[in-house]
């Protein structure tokens, strides 16, 4: 096999779909959002990358709130929807039946299996890097609460098979998660070169 020299991108597979929230002129708002990391566990910190002219930006910016939602794959076509259409011409506030936990400017989706209410505690904006005129806020968020219908987790914790999650991947396509492959943090303490 030849190793290929391609261009130069964000080849992160897979990409997790979230469905952000925020309010923006005193209503609930979202967007489907494929940028989103972990970067601490204690306290739990996740960084959300959204393009610096969105709709949800305006809110994010003036509450220092903002929800991640996780949807499952039965999801696939709202979350495309409120990825596809701006609260800038649209009024997203209807398309999901929300709730609030502590933070009142973070709505949350009531049908999603996993609902995140983060308040931000620090912003960057990628325009002093980026090569376009505009560039991403990146949103570094505390997770101040998290949320899950019982019939979604297992011991507690929000199931995999369960909750169904869907991915993203470069070339605009949605792909169901696939088969159990082994145990993390275990499965290569026997590893040995062949
Ligand atoms: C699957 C998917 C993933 C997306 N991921 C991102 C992302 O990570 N960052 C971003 O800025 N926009 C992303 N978008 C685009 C926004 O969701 C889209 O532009 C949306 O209309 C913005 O809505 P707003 O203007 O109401 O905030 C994504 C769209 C889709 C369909």
Redesign the pocket.
């Given at each position: 096999m030849t190793k290929n020299k391609i261009r130069p991108g964000v080849y992160v597979y897979p990409?997790p779909?979230s469905i952000i929230g925020t309010i923006v002129k005193g209503k609930p708002?979202?967007?489907?959002?494929?940028?989103?990391n972990v970067v601490e566990y204690k306290p739990p910190l996740i960084a959300?990358?959204?393009?610096e002219?969105?709709?949800?930006?305006l809110g994010i910016k003036e509450n220092q709130t903002f929800s991640v939602n996780i949807p499952s794959e039965g999801m696939v076509e709202v979350?495309?929807y409120?990825?596809?259409?701006?609260?800038?011409e649209?009024d997203?506030s209807e398309v999901f039946e929300v709730f609030y936990g502590e933070l009142k400017t973070a709505p949350m989706i009531q049908h999603a299996p996993i609902n995140l209410e983060c308040k931000v505690v620090k912003s960057i904006n990628t325009t002093e890097f980026s090569e376009a005129e505009r560039g991403?806020e990146i949103f570094i968020g505390k997770v101040v609460g998290a949320y899950a219908d019982e019939y979604y987790l297992t011991n507690g914790i929000p199931d995999i098979t369960k909750v169904k999650p869907f991915i993203?991947s470069i070339d605009?396509k949605?792909w169901k998660i696939g088969e159990f492959l082994g145990s993390a943090f275990s499965i290569g303490k026997t590893y040995k070169k062949e």
């Open positions: 990409m779909v708002t979202f967007m489907a959002l494929a940028w989103i959300i990358s959204s393009f002219s969105h709709y949800t930006n979350a495309d409120v990825g596809v259409v701006s609260g800038k649209i997203k991403h993203f605009n949605y």
